[in-house]
């Protein structure tokens, strides 16, 4: 059983920094892609970042490009997403999500190949 816990959500101003971690355990994780997913009110879940967790190809969302760095710790086993110059759109409630497998870039942005998901952390960005 892969089990994801999520921290580091909170309340920040515009313009300010949150790092947000991703506490796996379960499995060995070197096989996995890793992901961040966002989803404000009312809307749909939508794709923020995804790597593997063996290293090399990351990938992000258009809107967050340049702003989020996704990145993991083995010795921790923990996944990160750094998020620097927060906008007040990027407020949502933060997943963290695992594939079992090497995913692509087209695939990455999914939500349908990810099988677990952690219980999500709130970020509310305010001006």
């Known amino acids: 059983q892969v089990y994801l816990v999520e921290s580091g959500g909170g309340l920040v101003q515009a313009g300010g920094s949150l790092r947000l971690s991703c506490a796996a355990s379960?499995?060995?994780?070197?096989?996995?892609?890793m992901g961040w997913f966002r989803q404000a009110p009312g809307k749909e879940r939508e794709f923020v970042a995804a790597m593997r967790w063996s290293g090399g190809s990351t990938y992000y969302a258009d809107s967050v490009k340049g702003r989020f760095t996704i990145s993991r710790d083995n010795a921790k086993n923990t996944v990160y997403l750094q998020m620097n110059n927060l906008k007040l759109e990027d407020t949502a409630v933060y997943y963290c999500a695992a594939a079992p497998r090497f995913l692509s870039a087209y695939n990455a942005y999914m939500s349908r190949h990810y099988t677990n998901w952690g219980q999500g952390t709130q970020v509310t960005v305010s001006s």
């Open positions: 379960g499995r060995t994780f070197s096989s996995y892609t």
